[in-house]
């Protein structure tokens, strides 16, 4: 009688930590180094403050190189999709995002393109305030948003020392990593 109490005891515990490890995986989700050390977990797509259905006109630099592209943006509470244009307006690559899954197809892009940094520079751009607060919060960054009728400037800090400065006025975005 005591092996039988053993193996459902062991059978127990193991169930237990299979659950556990699956639920930590299942939460894990996708993330970015916003620092070396400290990550972002992304953010569900009914965190943005609203639903888009739009043109962006989008101009990047990344390693001395300058990047212009179009991007048309189309979000809801279940999904956010991307499709990137080239300066002509030929389909260079789809980024799709439901907070579950995050699937990109792209002839433009390298293989080796992290979209989750994508996908992640849209979400500090133009999700929730509270939200992101509480997701840099999360990770050990500081979040600050001032604004006024016209203007809002978003700030990331790692301690004293500003990281990520997005400015949204008349229209136009800008996010700058400092």
Same mark, same amino acid.
């Given at each position: 009688?005591?092996?039988?109490?053993?193996?459902?005891?062991?059978t127990? %515990?193991?169930?237990?930590?299979?659950?556990?490890?699956?639920?930590?995986?299942? !939460?894990?989700?996708?993330?970015?180094? %916003?620092?070396?050390? =400290?990550?972002?977990?992304?953010?569900?797509?009914?965190?943005?403050?609203?639903?888009?259905?739009?043109? =962006?006109?989008?101009?990047?630099?990344?390693?001395?190189?300058?990047?212009?592209?179009?991007?048309?943006?189309?979000?809801?509470e279940? =999904?956010v999709?991307?499709?990137?244009?080239n300066? %002509?307006?030929?389909?260079v690559?789809?980024l799709?995002y439901?907070?579950?899954?995050?699937?990109?197809?792209?002839k433009?892009?390298?293989?080796?393109?992290?979209?989750?940094?994508?996908m992640?520079?849209?979400?500090?751009?133009?999700?929730?305030?509270?939200?992101?607060?509480?997701?840099?919060?999360?990770?050990?960054?500081?979040?600050?948003?001032?604004?006024?009728?016209?203007?809002?400037?978003?700030r990331?800090?790692?301690?004293d020392?500003?990281?990520?400065?997005? !400015?949204?006025?008349?229209?136009?975005?800008?996010?700058?990593?400092l």
């Open positions: 009688m005591k092996p039988v109490w053993k193996i459902l005891f062991l127990f %515990i193991s169930a237990i930590v299979i659950s556990c490890v699956t639920k930590k995986d299942v !939460e894990s989700g996708y993330f970015v180094y %916003i620092t070396d050390t =400290q990550k972002f977990y992304l953010l569900d797509p009914s965190d943005f403050e609203e639903e888009m259905n739009r043109f =962006q006109s989008i101009t990047g630099r990344f390693q001395d190189r300058v990047h212009n592209f179009g991007a048309f943006i189309r979000s809801d279940s =999904q999709s991307i499709s990137f244009f300066q %002509i307006g030929g389909n690559g789809e799709e439901t907070g579950k899954t995050l699937v990109a197809n792209s433009f892009f390298p293989a080796s393109t992290k979209f989750e940094y994508m992640a520079d849209f979400e500090l751009c133009y999700c929730k305030i509270d939200s992101l607060r509480m997701a840099l919060a999360d990770c050990g960054l500081k979040f600050e948003c001032i604004s006024d009728e016209n203007r809002e400037v978003r990331i800090l790692d301690g020392a500003l990281i990520i400065e997005i !400015e949204k006025e008349s229209g136009k975005t800008r996010l700058r990593n």
